[in-house]
């Protein structure tokens, strides 16, 4: 074969390279692949790799052949020869080395079938597939020299991506990097899915609105253990791998913490070698993506698909029909039965794309499967031919507004119809996908031991009309009687609640219910006259009882209360942090409690010490590895209490401390960068972050006028007293909801006290305030190993657990905080004198709303005058609304009444900073107390008290 290259220097160079040279007797050269690749590399022809690599012409152990990407693309290595066939059992080995230690493995392969299970394509004269063949190519793993992976990222850039030599950027050496990285998930992946069908095993389905994911290639290379690999053959191709990780886009398939959380499960149900699945929703937009202009939030499109997930798997074969509308009768089946039939309505076609999700240090890669929505029918030619352009693809846009943008506004009717028909979507796609899985593993078994195989979590109340759904599944589709039907749903389904809002414990309009889904009302009206039964033979008599438990809500609309629709259907019923399992208990769900006291259960949340720790913060990770001896930790975080010894070791404080400051000077750059040089920060400062949702009860509020008492008295202040001020940075970050007002006007004033603030010479270093546009989980890991101290100040009895907390704790970062949510466990695992707990404890918040208005705080006064009477950050008109309620000390999330004890703890956080070796000692506790804050742990407790499953 003739290549033609050309070059700078001589544009009509020829250079004959050998391709397929040894392609074994009737198996034809694989042309995709690359020039004379080895054995081992994508589209060769699969063979046992040979260690030596003496057979190579261009022997590519030199240094000087692998300095560069042009070297790789203009020079090729003669093709192994194929070896013998071996007994498919005895395969070559892979060493994998990394933190998590060599591993010497083989690949898994079940017993090789006697006869193909698909003849769909010829593969000899026969007509048969020659099964023996596939096994033999497919019976080791790719090779992990980092020659060979050089030659596998230059393949993708090629022939994946379709890059000449002299068009590669950055993004094109991510997206090959990722490409190749993925090609050693899938063979794990692959095996692992295998292993656990020829095992038999319960499968658990962890079903989420959203999956908070971030960057992916980071953290696959860390928990497949390939970083060094990885890196050398990038650098030797002249890139570095940390570059890389940053061209990455933030996967745009979350929010918040519920999201987060999420995926933080599905890396600890890897990690600890669960079988599990994850289901949800590939949006395209994301929520949005937030940026600043003159101070106030502005929403745009977060089209993070624009250039391709290189992460995820089409599969065109796992599609599944989604109605809605139409109408539901009766018809008699085959056996002559009465069934309920849903027919007519719109139609429309969920498309599956899969993300393996690797663990830390094992073979098992778990999957995330996300669905993508199409027209039953792409085009309507005829609207086309007459002239009506707009009907011919309206349907295609119809069907593909349900996969565009997480959590549309609901303001409007037309939102509140689209949030619901995302809902109905995952959840009817997911269970078609899971009945298909069990029918196919398990064919012996009726489909009402279904929840003897599989477990489904629902996160949250958004996927609870699963429950109806999969009744529908049950008694439309699979023909059982109600009570089997019920007995199988109920033993399959467990719920987790994850809010004490009443807001957000989702209610549908009936109307808009009954119209959408006309089966699934029928089905829910069905549910709540039998459990509505059984509640009045246990308490005769009592009609409010009745009322409150019903799943319609008698208003005006009436409403289906979908949270009582999981309580009902799920066998397990559990919050996310100790106080907030007592809140749901004794104020969510008090009658539920009563009348089944047994389905409630506390599993206080956790996040993956992989992603939190041992990726964001490198700098501790090998500290913290150097102290303890080894990195077990990384798996097994309660080991780090042993550095509870070296609390008071003047050597590892200066050494705790050091790591703190390389992350502040990393921070302080990114807010140079992100505020286009207009704000410098001091790395010695106090940094005081809070960043998460903006919203009212998480009291960002409360932190800016603490900022604005703080600047106030600065002012006030000589040159004497100022040269005895902590300086601080003030850092912000967060999204509000599109339709939510007051959130917004929070970000409003934040910024505009930021803008005089900043600008301010008679302040100079003293005070910064800063607010990071569009946070999101690659902001976050910056942020929060740099944080000194961090704000975690909802009012208390409105955090249901809180996840940031942990990642800053973590990361040696002390907690300002209420008692509230998992800061109240925290207290108790670090000890609360290593914490700053101040305001109103959850037990006196009832009491305190009920108070007459009464006068507030006079330093709080003087914050309002400055920001409403004197206008000193802008026009008073808009702060009005977020400010009027705090003048009677009456406002709901009591934030007047919190701002004394607030103030005076920032004062005593001043303090303790000046007296750096209580400060780290505090901050070294504080990480090694965070053992039980693993998602690990909260994961290993699910399985062994809610799913019934092992490793």
């Given at each position: 074969?003739?290549?033609?290259?050309?070059?700078?220097?001589?544009?009509?160079?020829?250079?004959?390279?050998?391709?397929?040279?040894?392609?074994p007797?009737?198996?034809?050269?694989?042309?995709?692949?690359?020039?004379?690749?080895?054995?081992?590399t994508?589209?060769?022809?699969?063979?046992?790799?040979h260690?030596?690599k003496?057979?190579?012409?261009?022997?590519?152990?030199?240094?000087?052949?692998?300095?560069?990407?042009?070297?790789?693309?203009s020079?090729?290595?003669?093709?192994?020869?194929?070896?013998?066939?071996?007994?498919?059992?005895?395969?070559?080995?892979?060493?994998?080395?990394?933190?998590?230690?060599?591993?010497?493995?083989?690949?898994?392969?079940?017993?090789?079938?006697?006869?193909?299970?698909?003849?769909?394509s010829?593969?000899?004269?026969?007509?048969?597939?020659?099964?023996?063949?596939?096994?033999?190519?497919?019976?080791?793993?790719?090779?992990?020299?980092?020659?060979?992976?050089?030659?596998?990222?230059?393949?993708?850039?090629?022939?994946?991506?379709?890059?000449?030599?002299?068009?590669?950027?950055?993004?094109?050496?991510?997206?090959?990097?990722?490409?190749?990285?993925?090609?050693?998930?899938?063979?794990?992946?692959?095996?692992?899915?295998?292993?656990?069908?020829?095992?038999?095993?319960?499968?658990?389905?962890?079903?989420?609105?959203?999956?908070?994911?971030?960057?992916s290639?980071?953290?696959?290379?860390?928990n497949?253990?390939?970083?060094?690999?990885?890196?050398?053959?990038?650098?030797?191709?002249?890139w570095?791998?940390e570059?890389?990780?940053?061209?990455?886009?933030?996967?745009?398939?979350?929010?918040g913490?519920?999201?987060?959380?999420?995926?933080?499960?599905?890396?600890?149900?890897a990690?600890?070698?669960?079988?599990?699945?994850?289901?949800?929703?590939?949006?395209?937009?994301?929520?949005?993506?937030?940026?600043?202009?003159?101070?106030?939030q502005v929403e745009?499109?977060?089209?993070?698909?624009?250039?391709?997930?290189?992460?995820?798997?089409?599969?065109?074969?796992?599609?599944?029909?989604?109605?809605?509308?139409?109408?539901?009768?009766?018809?008699?089946?085959?056996?002559?039965?009465?069934?309920?039939q849903?027919?007519?309505?719109?139609?429309i076609?969920?498309?599956?794309?899969?993300?393996?999700?690797?663990?830390?240090?094992?073979?098992?890669?778990?999957?995330?499967r996300?669905?993508?929505?199409?027209?039953?029918?792409?085009?309507?030619?005829?609207?086309?031919?007459?002239?009506?352009?707009?009907?011919?693809?309206?349907?295609?846009?119809?069907?593909?507004?349900?996969?565009?943008?997480?959590?549309?506004?609901?303001?409007?009717?037309?939102?509140?119809?689209?949030?619901?028909?995302?809902?109905?979507?995952?959840?009817?796609?997911?269970?078609?996908?899971?009945?298909?899985?069990?029918?196919?593993?398990f064919?012996?078994?009726?489909?009402?031991?279904?929840?003897?195989?599989?477990?489904?979590?629902?996160?949250?109340?958004?996927?609870?009309?699963?429950?109806?759904?999969?009744?529908?599944?049950?008694?439309?589709?699979?023909?059982?009687?109600?009570?089997?039907?019920?007995?199988t749903?109920?033993?399959?389904?467990?719920?987790?609640?994850?809010?004490?809002?009443?807001?957000?414990?989702?209610?549908?309009?009936?109307?808009?219910?009954?119209?959408?889904?006309?089966?699934?009302?029928?089905?829910?009206f069905?549910?709540?006259?039998?459990?509505l039964?059984?509640?009045?033979?246990?308490?005769?008599?009592?009609?409010?009882?009745?009322?409150?438990?019903?799943?319609?809500?008698?208003?005006?609309?009436?409403?289906?209360?979908?949270?009582?629709?999981?309580?009902?259907?799920?066998?397990?019923?559990?919050?996310?942090?100790?106080?907030?399992?007592?809140?749901?208990?004794?104020?969510?769900?008090?009658d539920?409690?009563?009348?089944?006291?047994?389905?409630?259960?506390?599993?206080?949340n956790?996040?993956?010490?992989?992603?939190?720790?041992?990726?964001?913060?490198?700098?501790?990770?090998?500290?913290?590895?150097?102290?303890?001896?080894?990195?077990?930790?990384?798996?097994?975080?309660?080991?780090?209490?042993?550095?509870?010894?070296?609390?008071?070791?003047?050597?590892?404080?200066?050494?705790?401390?050091?790591?703190?400051?390389?992350?502040?000077?990393?921070?302080?750059?990114?807010?140079?960068k992100?505020?286009?040089?207009?704000?410098?920060?001091?790395?010695?400062?106090?940094?005081?972050?809070?960043?998460?949702?903006?919203?009212?009860y998480k009291?960002?509020?409360?932190?800016?006028?603490?900022?604005?008492?703080?600047?106030?008295?600065?002012?006030?202040?000589?040159?004497?007293?100022?040269?005895?001020?902590?300086?601080?940075?003030?850092?912000?970050?967060?999204?509000?909801?599109?339709?939510?007002?007051?959130?917004?006007?929070?970000?409003?004033?934040?910024?505009?006290?930021?803008?005089?603030?900043?600008?301010?010479?008679?302040?100079?270093?003293?005070?910064?305030?800063?607010?990071?546009?569009?946070?999101?989980?690659?902001?976050?890991?910056?942020?929060?190993?740099?944080?000194?101290?961090?704000?975690?100040?909802?009012?208390?009895?409105?955090?249901?657990?809180?996840?940031?907390?942990?990642?800053?704790?973590?990361?040696?970062?002390?907690?300002?905080?209420?008692?509230?949510?998992?800061n109240?466990?925290?207290?108790?695992?670090?000890?609360?004198?290593?914490?700053?707990?101040?305001?109103?404890?959850?037990?006196?918040?009832?009491?305190?709303?009920?108070?007459?208005?009464?006068?507030?705080d006079?330093?709080?006064?003087?914050?309002?005058?400055?920001?409403?009477?004197?206008?000193?950050?802008g026009?008073?008109?808009?702060?009005?609304?977020?400010?009027?309620?705090?003048?009677?000390?009456?406002?709901?999330?009591?934030?007047?009444?919190?701002?004394?004890?607030?103030?005076?703890?920032?004062?005593?956080?001043?303090?303790?900073?000046?007296?750096?070796?209580?400060?780290?000692?505090?901050?070294?506790?504080?990480?090694?107390?965070?053992?039980?804050?693993?998602?690990?742990?909260?994961?290993?407790?699910?399985?062994?008290?809610?799913?019934?499953?092992?490793?």
């Amino acid at each position: 074969v003739i290549r033609k290259m050309s070059t700078p220097s001589n544009p009509k160079i020829d250079v004959t390279i050998p391709r397929g040279a040894s392609a074994p007797k009737n198996h034809h050269a694989n042309h995709g692949a690359a020039a004379g690749s080895n054995s081992s590399t994508p589209g060769g022809n699969g063979h046992h790799r040979h260690g030596d690599k003496a057979y190579s012409p261009h022997n590519w152990d030199n240094p000087a052949r692998r300095k560069s990407l042009r070297d790789l693309l203009s020079h090729v290595a003669q093709t192994v020869p194929p070896t013998p066939a071996a007994d498919l059992a005895d395969r070559p080995a892979l060493k994998r080395q990394g933190s998590a230690g060599a591993l010497n493995i083989q690949r898994y392969h079940a017993e090789q079938p006697s006869t193909p299970r698909s003849s769909t394509s010829d593969a000899s004269s026969t007509g048969k597939i020659n099964n023996q063949r596939l096994f033999e190519l497919m019976g080791s793993y790719l090779s992990i020299e980092p020659a060979d992976m050089e030659q596998f990222i230059v393949n993708h850039i090629e022939y994946t991506l379709a890059r000449s030599r002299f068009n590669i950027d950055d993004f094109a050496a991510y997206s090959a990097t990722a490409y190749s990285v993925r090609d050693r998930l899938i063979e794990f992946w692959n095996d692992a899915q295998q292993y656990a069908r020829d095992k038999e095993v319960k499968m658990v389905y962890y079903m989420s609105i959203e999956f908070l994911l971030g960057r992916s290639l980071q953290n696959a290379v860390t928990n497949l253990g390939l970083k060094n690999e990885y890196g050398e053959a990038l650098n030797n191709l002249g890139w570095k791998l940390e570059d890389l990780y940053e061209t990455e886009q933030d996967a745009a398939l979350g929010n918040g913490g519920l999201g987060r959380l999420a995926a933080c499960f599905l890396d600890s149900l890897a990690t600890l070698d669960l079988p599990a699945w994850g289901y949800g929703i590939r949006y395209q937009y994301g929520m949005f993506k937030q940026s600043l202009h003159n101070g106030f939030q502005v929403e745009m499109p977060d089209y993070w698909l624009g250039s391709g997930n290189p992460w995820e798997v089409r599969r065109p074969d796992k599609t599944y029909p989604v109605r809605y509308y139409g109408t539901v009768r009766e018809v008699v089946d085959a056996d002559g039965n009465w069934r309920m039939q849903w027919e007519g309505g719109q139609q429309i076609q969920a498309i599956a794309y899969d993300m393996p999700i690797p663990g830390y240090g094992t073979l098992n890669v778990s999957n995330l499967r996300l669905w993508d929505s199409r027209p039953s029918d792409e085009f309507d030619l005829n609207s086309f031919n007459s002239g009506d352009y707009y009907g011919a693809i309206k349907q295609k846009q119809e069907s593909e507004n349900i996969c565009s943008v997480l959590y549309p506004n609901d303001n409007t009717p037309k939102g509140r119809e689209l949030r619901l028909k995302q809902q109905y979507f995952f959840v009817s796609a997911s269970l078609q996908d899971m009945l298909r899985r069990f029918k196919r593993d398990f064919p012996s078994l009726p489909v009402t031991e279904f929840h003897t195989k599989a477990a489904i979590q629902l996160n949250d109340t958004h996927p609870s009309i699963s429950i109806a759904e999969l009744m529908r599944l049950l008694l439309d589709i699979e023909r059982c009687n109600w009570d089997d039907a019920w007995n199988t749903t109920t033993k399959t389904f467990a719920y987790t609640n994850h809010t004490v809002l009443p807001e957000a414990l989702e209610k549908w309009d009936l109307g808009l219910f009954e119209s959408l889904l006309p089966r699934h009302a029928q089905i829910i009206f069905e549910i709540n006259r039998r459990f509505l039964d059984y509640v009045a033979e246990q308490y005769p008599g009592d009609v409010g009882k009745l009322q409150r438990m019903s799943l319609i809500e008698e208003s005006n609309p009436k409403r289906i209360r979908m949270a009582h629709l999981a309580c009902v259907g799920s066998h397990s019923i559990n919050g996310v942090a100790a106080i907030h399992t007592e809140i749901i208990k004794e104020r969510i769900f008090p009658d539920f409690y009563a009348l089944w006291p047994k389905k409630f259960n506390n599993k206080t949340n956790g996040v993956t010490p992989r992603r939190w720790l041992d990726q964001a913060n490198p700098g501790l990770s090998d500290l913290l590895t150097k102290f303890l001896g080894n990195d077990d930790w990384i798996t097994h975080l309660d080991n780090v209490a042993d550095i509870k010894r070296h609390a008071d070791d003047p050597e590892f404080q200066a050494r705790f401390a050091a790591v703190k400051y390389e992350n502040k000077a990393r921070l302080a750059q990114l807010i140079e960068k992100a505020t286009d040089g207009h704000v410098k920060v001091n790395p010695h400062a106090l940094f005081d972050v809070q960043v998460k949702r903006i919203h009212e009860y998480k009291r960002q509020l409360l932190n800016i006028l603490g900022v604005v008492h703080k600047y106030l008295d600065i002012r006030k202040m000589n040159t004497e007293q100022r040269a005895k001020v902590v300086p601080r940075v003030v850092i912000f970050g967060g999204k509000a909801a599109p339709g939510y007002a007051r959130a917004k006007a929070i970000i409003k004033l934040i910024t505009s006290v930021g803008n005089i603030v900043n600008s301010d010479a008679t302040v100079a270093d003293l005070l910064k305030v800063v607010f990071l546009p569009n946070y999101n989980v690659s902001l976050a890991e910056k942020i929060i190993p740099g944080s000194d101290i961090s704000q975690h100040i909802s009012t208390a009895g409105t955090e249901a657990s809180g996840t940031s907390n942990m990642k800053f704790a973590m990361n040696g970062g002390l907690i300002l905080g209420t008692m509230d949510g998992a800061n109240i466990e925290m207290a108790q695992e670090v000890g609360e004198e290593n914490m700053f707990i101040f305001g109103a404890r959850s037990e006196e918040v009832d009491s305190l709303r009920a108070q007459a208005p009464h006068s507030i705080d006079a330093r709080l006064v003087e914050v309002l005058k400055a920001i409403q009477h004197d206008e000193l950050f802008g026009s008073r008109d808009q702060f009005k609304e977020i400010l009027d309620p705090l003048w009677w000390g009456n406002d709901h999330y009591l934030v007047a009444h919190d701002f004394p004890s607030y103030i005076e703890t920032q004062a005593k956080i001043d303090d303790t900073f000046r007296n750096q070796a209580l400060w780290n000692r505090m901050a070294i506790l504080t990480t090694a107390g965070m053992g039980k804050f693993s998602s690990d742990r909260t994961i290993l407790e699910y399985a062994k008290d809610i799913w019934d499953v092992s490793p």
